[in-house]
Structure formats: structure tokens, C-alpha cells
């Protein structure tokens, strides 16, 4: 990883166009091809950045980063270096499921009906360039449904399927992608976010699922 502090002018041109005047800014360059751009301020948040994967052209003094198959360009005008250095990052330890989830993961891969809609398993660990969607499935009518699978629902786990579905959307073919959010139990705030984007839950129950019991009987009275 490189981690550049440069003062800089930094222009995107693609389906937008910014520009940010000249100003000391960290510029992160990840072995993965991801670009972000960042002040001191704003929290974690980068004020521009490019993802995985891109071409980077460095002249010395200008940063060039394309994005293949599109127009999108990153130009980065290097005034003043202040620091440039590279770090080893070793090999990748990204954040894994945990138990529960990587067991709710693989018994809603077998079963994805149990979700309604009479879902059909398309594809596990649906890449997108922000993160892999859990479940990738078609409803009864042959839509897409993106299913995104944890131990709790919380307002980040509508978050983070908001950010799948953004880049899903973005092609053609998947623009009425639906998002489906599962957890064992949900944050009263998340199911109240997550219907505000239209995005479905559904509170699943492991040992269900597993037939280690019965489903709760349920009594009607007139």
C-alpha cells in the first residue's frame, strides 16, 4: 500500500464532473488497484476515490487513474510532496462471518424459498467491487434479489446492502435488483431505514432451518 501527502489538485471526469482545488491531502493507493483521496477532515469518509481494478499512469508529477471499460479518470496534479512510502501489508485477512452467519449463510443457500417469494439460488458470495452479496437469487418472476445475511440487523447492515445494490444497479440488465436483508433478530431503527429504501427483512431462525425444531404453532380465534 502507498501512502502518498502531497499537496494537490485532484479533477474526476466520467459520469460527473469535480474538482478539488489545490490542497494537502492523503492520497491511498491500495496493491488492489483502489484510489481514495482524503483531507483531514470529513471522518472516514474520502473525498474522491476510484475502486478496484484501475490503471495508474505516474509521471512523477501527476497521478493518472482510469477505470478499464469506462470513462471515468482520476487526475491527481502533484504540487509538493511531503511523504511517500510503501508498506508491505502482508497477505489479505479480511473480516470473515462469524458462526452464525456463515451457518445462516449455507443453510439459506440450500433452502433460499424459506425467504418467500419463492427465491432460487443463482450464485454465493456475489461479487461487487464494494464487497461480495451473500445470497445472489431470482424470484418467482425471474427478478434479482440481492440477500445479505447477519446474526443482527443493523442500520450498517442496511448500509452496506444499499452499497451493493447501488453497484448492482448499475447494470442494465439488474436496474430492478431488490435488496433482502435476513437476520436472526433486527434493530427496530434498521427495519425502519431499511423499508424507507425498500428493502425487505426477514427475521430466520437457525435451528429452524436446521429441523431442530418445530415451527411455532399459532392460534386463530374467530
Same mark, same amino acid.
Not at 481514495?36 to 469518509?45: F, I, Q, S
Not at 478496484?52 to 509538493?80: F, H, M, Q, Y
Not at 445472489?136 to 451493493?164: F, H, N, P, S
Not at 437476520?183 to 431442530?212: H, M, N, W, Y
Given at each position: 500500500?502507498?501512502?502518498? /501527502? ?11 464532473? $469535480? ?8 492520497? #491511498?493507493? @491500495? ?13 472516514? @469518509?474520502?473525498?474522491? *476515490?476510484?475502486?478496484?481494478? =484501475? ?11 482510469? @477505470? ?7 487526475? !491527481? ?42 427465491? =432460487?439460488? /443463482? @450464485?454465493?458470495? *456475489?461479487? =461487487? ?10 424470484? +418467482?418472476?425471474?427478478? *434479482?434479489?440481492?440477500?445479505? !445475511?447477519?446474526?443482527?440487523?443493523? #442500520? ?11 453497484? !448492482? ?5 439488474? =436496474? $430492478? ?21 425498500? !428493502? ?8 429452524? &432451518?436446521?429441523? +431442530?425444531?418445530?415451527?411455532? &404453532? ?5
Amino acid at each position: 500500500m502507498r501512502l502518498l /501527502v502531497a499537496r494537490c489538485e485532484v479533477r474526476y471526469s466520467g459520469r460527473l464532473n $469535480a474538482v478539488l482545488p489545490e490542497a494537502v491531502r492523503l492520497l #491511498i493507493l @491500495k496493491d488492489d488497484g483502489s484510489v481514495l483521496v482524503h483531507d483531514d477532515a470529513g471522518g472516514y @469518509k474520502p473525498l474522491n *476515490w476510484m475502486t478496484a481494478p =484501475t490503471l495508474v499512469e505516474d509521471s512523477g508529477e501527476r497521478l493518472v487513474v482510469r @477505470k478499464p471499460k469506462t470513462e471515468d479518470v482520476l487526475e !491527481i496534479r502533484l504540487v509538493e510532496v511531503l511523504s511517500d512510502v510503501v508498506h508491505d501489508m502482508g497477505e489479505s485477512a479480511a473480516l470473515q462471518k462469524d458462526g452464525v452467519e456463515r451457518h445462516l449463510q449455507e443453510e439459506l443457500a440450500a433452502a433460499p424459498a424459506s425467504l418467500g417469494e419463492g427465491l =432460487t439460488l /443463482v @450464485k454465493r458470495e *456475489w461479487a =461487487t467491487e464494494v464487497g461480495p452479496v451473500d445470497l445472489m437469487c431470482r424470484d +418467482e418472476d425471474g427478478e *434479482w434479489v440481492a440477500v445479505e !445475511i447477519k446474526r443482527t440487523g443493523t #442500520i450498517e447492515a442496511v448500509e452496506q446492502l444499499t452499497r451493493y445494490l447501488g453497484f !448492482i444497479r448499475a447494470d442494465p440488465a439488474k =436496474t $430492478a435488483c431488490r435488496g433482502l436483508l435476513a437476520a436472526q433478530t433486527f434493530k427496530p431503527q434498521a427495519v425502519t431505514l431499511a423499508a424507507s429504501r425498500g !428493502i425487505r427483512c426477514v427475521e430466520v431462525d437457525l435451528a429452524l &432451518l436446521r429441523g +431442530e425444531r418445530e415451527p411455532d &404453532l399459532t392460534l386463530f380465534t374467530a
